[in-house]
């Protein structure tokens, strides 16, 4: 089986490079050779490499940087997968395309799951529903997977972030009112290679849109409670932690309080479910180690 991934340097696809490779010959195509903002170059691509499942794991993911290139950010969270999927239903093999929490705004008091009506708050959340819509215009078999607050060992993200400043910093102050679970990209990828290879032994379930998290809850703050008590198991310095409400750190795009998602249907459907944060952390920081 020939794969296609779109995206190469992000954190979500270089898991999937680290896990995919024993289910298939993998094509890994970055921004230079497949730019989703370049419609004809997706199409040119994608019959060039003529895949068997093509996984999107590429995005325009800067949510602040979003509210001021609204263009950019539809063009590469909106259009370009709606072609992706495009190209893959005239293939006659499905997408797997990843999503996001931010398409909801937060208000709920419970965690979302996938029938309830986005409502993004910013031009990230609205880009990638825009995305998700435009795949599921298309009605090929595909995979909306939508997760959060993601992290891992490359790139940037909030453990890298918080693991440089707790050691540079006597005192940090972290928002504590937004919840949601924390997400290893390597659990997002285990979780991918579980879904094909369902698919490859004809035990695939409902196609369509499904939430993707590590199991739990937590709020920034304590996601950065967990990364400093690493640091001091290791024996290194970790500043002071303060919690505050999102009010005291403005941001350009509005971030929602309520990021939890309910992930019962992926277990229900496909049988695939996730560890909780954790424990999924703890894995994450044994392989930095």
């Keep these: 089986m020939r794969i296609l991934i779109s995206g190469q340097h992000g954190q979500v696809s270089r898991e999937l490079q680290r896990r995919l490779g024993a289910v298939g010959e993998l094509v890994v195509l970055g921004r230079d050779q497949?730019?989703?903002?370049?419609?004809?170059?997706?199409?040119?691509?994608?019959?060039?490499?003529?895949?068997?499942?093509?996984?999107?794991?590429?995005?325009?993911?800067?949510?602040?940087?979003?509210?001021?290139?609204?263009?950019?950010?539809?063009?590469?969270?909106?259009?370009?997968?709606?072609?992706?999927?495009?190209?893959?239903?005239?293939?006659?093999?499905?997408?797997?395309?990843?999503?996001?929490?931010?398409?909801?705004?937060?208000?709920?008091?419970?965690?979302?799951?996938?029938?309830?009506?986005?409502?993004?708050?910013g031009v990230y959340g609205k880009s990638k529903l825009a995305g998700e819509q435009a795949i599921n215009a298309v009605q090929g078999q595909h995979l909306i997977l939508r997760t959060s607050w993601v992290y891992s060992s490359h790139g940037r993200n909030f453990l890298l972030t918080m693991q440089r400043l707790l050691q540079e910093k006597p005192e940090m102050r972290i928002v504590a009112d937004q919840i949601g679970a924390p997400t290893w990209a390597g659990t997002i990828a285990a979780s991918t290679l579980a879904l094909i290879e369902h698919w490859q032994a004809g035990q695939a379930g409902v196609w369509g849109t499904y939430h993707l998290t590590a199991q739990g809850e937590t709020s920034w703050f304590g996601f950065a409670q967990a990364i400093g008590e690493a640091l001091r198991d290791q024996g290194k310095p970790c500043a002071n932690l303060l919690p505050i409400p999102s009010s005291d750190y403005p941001t350009p795009a509005a971030r929602p309080l309520n990021s939890r998602l309910d992930c019962s249907r992926l277990q229900r459907e496909w049988g695939v479910s996730q560890p909780d944060w954790q424990t999924a952390l703890r894995e994450c920081l044994a392989e930095q180690a």
Excluded: C, M
């Design 34 to 121: 497949l730019d989703l903002a370049q419609p004809l170059q997706i199409r040119q691509q994608v019959q060039r490499v003529r895949p068997d499942l093509i996984i999107n794991a590429a995005a325009h993911t800067a949510v602040d940087q979003a509210e001021n290139e609204p263009e950019l950010a539809f063009a590469i969270n909106a259009t370009g997968p709606g072609v992706l999927a495009e190209e893959a239903l005239a293939l006659g093999i499905p997408l797997i395309h990843y999503s996001t929490d931010y398409v909801f705004d937060g208000s709920k008091t419970e965690p979302y799951d996938e029938t309830d009506v986005p409502n993004p708050l």
